[in-house]
Each structure stands twice: as structure tokens, then as C-alpha cells.
């Protein structure tokens, strides 16, 4: 597979460009490290918020193949205040060509604080159920492929929510399988029969299982299809699905991989022990 030759060009912004309401045009990154950043998810498109503006390097996977191929807005800490955080979802929507919004300036936490509190807030678990072969339990939600997840219920831990959503959501069992928290994510969305945008900040939990169970999809919650799904697949055919979950595989994948260099080198350590112990 050819590897991905990087970003086009960028160029710096026009005075005209920068007095403009929304300006559209890229500007050239700093070099160096990013000190922080945090990552708010619109479906397929993205607000990062950074203590410098990014360099292609320093973005994750999934934001550079969505950069390589579009546009992006950069907004000093100054200018995004002066924009109500509502009028910049509706811009995405409409300019899909636009990969994502950098916010950048010195007070990385306050910026993303700011703008948080302008939406509504809902905590929600979400589930990795995954088989030691690697392969995960996936649902298809309307015409996309998702991941179970739903709101916390009151007087519910996020781990119990995540493992109550994969339960309602897929039919498996989960009783006395301990879940080991793994990310979170955040994401925009519009609430069903509203006006109302609020922010779901997603918890995420593994669980393990021996092996693959059988499932039945939620219909009534729009789940159309319940699959075992492995991660190479997830990540070599590409398949339909939100922005957020793409950042959730690849942490799953780096999580995947420490695992199993642990397990062989706990196997290596017992081998040398059982081997030293019988001269």
C-alpha cells in the first residue's frame, strides 16, 4: 500500500483572510511539540484545541488521512471568542470540505472550557467487547458502524454503563466481566427531536471474552446489524464510521498491541524459569 505523502502545500493567511468572520485558507505550522491538546468530534470532522498550531507529524492517524485529503480552519485563542461555539458547528456542516478547527493560544484548558460550556452535557459508557483473536464486538447504526454506547443512567458507574449498553445493545452477556477503562472521547451532536447540541463525553471500557457469543441487535435503537468484527478488518477496509470511533480503535490498537508484547514476555520470563529450574 502506497504510504500517505503528507498534506499539500500550506500558505499563509491574506490580511483580508484574517479580518474575514470565518477564515478558510490554511496557515504554515510551527515546528515543535504540541504541550497539550484536546480533540472535541463533529461525525467526521474535528475542534482541536492546541497550545501551538499542529505539525502534520504530531497528528494522529485518523486526523491526518482526513487532513491530506481537506481543508482547515485556524482561529487564535482571541478570534474563536468573538464566535459563538454553535456558529462554528453550523460552518462545519456546512463546508464538509473542511477537516477540522484548530483553536490555539496559551490557555489550552480555558479555551476547551469555554467552548464546552456553551452545549449541553451528557456522560455515556461505551464498550469494547473483544475476543483474545482480536476480534470486536461492532454494531451497524443506521447505515454507519459503531460501537455500543449509551447515556449513564443515575446512581450507575460509567463501567456499569458501558457494560449494560453492550448488553442491551447486542444480546451478549457480560456478568462478572470486569471492564478496564481505556479512553474517553468527546463528540458534538444534535439531540433527536431538537434544536438542542449537546457534547457526549464517552468513556471507554474493554472487556474480555473467551470467545465470539451469539447477539441480537437493539432494533429499536436504530442497530440494524450485530457483528464480530476484527481489528484488522476495522482498519484495512476502512469501514463507514464516526471520526470518534476511529480515535477509539486506533487507542484500542495501541492498548491491543502493549497487551500482547506483556503476555509474550511474561510467556518468555515463565519459559526461562521452568527451563532453569529443571537443570
Request: charged share 25%; proline share 6%; net charge neutral.
Amino acid at each position: 500500500m502506497p504510504q500517505n505523502p503528507g498534506p499539500p502545500p500550506l500558505k499563509h493567511q491574506s490580511e483580508e483572510e484574517e479580518q474575514q468572520h470565518m477564515p478558510r485558507s490554511r496557515a504554515q505550522p510551527a515546528d515543535g511539540t504540541l504541550p497539550a491538546k484536546e480533540i472535541v468530534f463533529l461525525r467526521q470532522q474535528a475542534f482541536l484545541f492546541t497550545k501551538e498550531i499542529f505539525t502534520y507529524a504530531e497528528l494522529p492517524t485518523y486526523l491526518q488521512q482526513i487532513y491530506a485529503q481537506n481543508g482547515l480552519v485556524l482561529l487564535q485563542e482571541w478570534q474563536w471568542r468573538k464566535l459563538p461555539p454553535i456558529a462554528l458547528v453550523e460552518f462545519l456542516q456546512a463546508h464538509r470540505e473542511v477537516a477540522f478547527v484548530n483553536f490555539w493560544g496559551d490557555r489550552v484548558e480555558d479555551m476547551l472550557k469555554g467552548f464546552l460550556e456553551r452545549f449541553g452535557r451528557i456522560e455515556a459508557g461505551g464498550a469494547l467487547v473483544y475476543t483474545r483473536a482480536g476480534y470486536l464486538l461492532s454494531i451497524l447504526r443506521w447505515d454507519l458502524w459503531d460501537l455500543p454506547k449509551g447515556k449513564r443512567e443515575r446512581n450507575e458507574s460509567l463501567e456499569e454503563c458501558a457494560r449494560r449498553e453492550a448488553q442491551e445493545e447486542t444480546g451478549i452477556d457480560l456478568t462478572g466481566i470486569e471492564g478496564q477503562f481505556l479512553m474517553r472521547t468527546r463528540h458534538i451532536f444534535q439531540e433527536r427531536n431538537s434544536t438542542k447540541w449537546s457534547v457526549k463525553e464517552v468513556y471507554w471500557y474493554c472487556f474480555l471474552v473467551d470467545q465470539p457469543q451469539p447477539v441480537k441487535p437493539q432494533r429499536s435503537e436504530g442497530i440494524r446489524q450485530v457483528r464480530w468484527i476484527s481489528l484488522r478488518e476495522w482498519e484495512m477496509r476502512q469501514l463507514p464510521t464516526f471520526l470518534s470511533i476511529r480515535a477509539v480503535l486506533e487507542g484500542f490498537r495501541t492498548w491491543w498491541n502493549e497487551q500482547q508484547q506483556q503476555q509474550a514476555l511474561e510467556t518468555t520470563t515463565t519459559t526461562r524459569q521452568t527451563h532453569s529450574q529443571q537443570q
